[in-house]
Nanobody, 120 residues
Framework: QVQLVESGGGLVQAGGSLRLSCAAS????????MGWFRQPPGKEREFVAA?????SYADYVKGRFTISRDNAKNTVYLQMDSLKPEDTAVYYC????????????????WGQGTQVTVSS
């Protein structure tokens, strides 16, 4: 299992930007597919983006969010631009030792989450 620690959340106005980071422990980071999920208030956890050899995005963030990774730093990022109030959620980083997936149940390692609040 890999240990994950998210950072970069906060309060931002609609239209603004934030960059989330997820630092992973371990020496085999480049073997993991990494995903970002979010849980809006009162709702189920939902897929945001994932990266392995390719990337995948949920339709509601496509064109606004960008996932990337730096294997030398064992870190995955989520650049969030043109933020909307409906992006308000706790954002979680996740890892799986296989190809990328959009399903939260496929991921075995999770961070503690970071709060993102977008004001209107």
């Amino acid at each position: 299992q890999v240990q994950l620690v998210e950072s970069g959340g906060g309060l931002v106005q609609a239209g603004g930007s934030l960059r989330l980071s997820c630092a992973a422990s371990g020496r085999t980071f480049n073997s993991y597919a990494m995903g970002w999920f979010r849980q809006p208030p009162g709702k189920e956890r939902e897929f945001v983006a994932a990266i392995a050899a390719s990337t995948s995005y949920a339709d509601y963030v496509k064109g606004r969010f960008t996932i990337s990774r730096d294997n030398a730093k064992n870190t995955v990022y989520l650049q969030m631009d043109s933020l909307k109030p409906e992006d308000t959620a706790v954002y979680y980083c996740a890892a799986r030792l296989s190809r990328l997936s959009t399903r939260s149940g496929d991921y075995g390692s999770w961070g503690q989450g970071t709060q993102v609040t977008v004001s209107s």
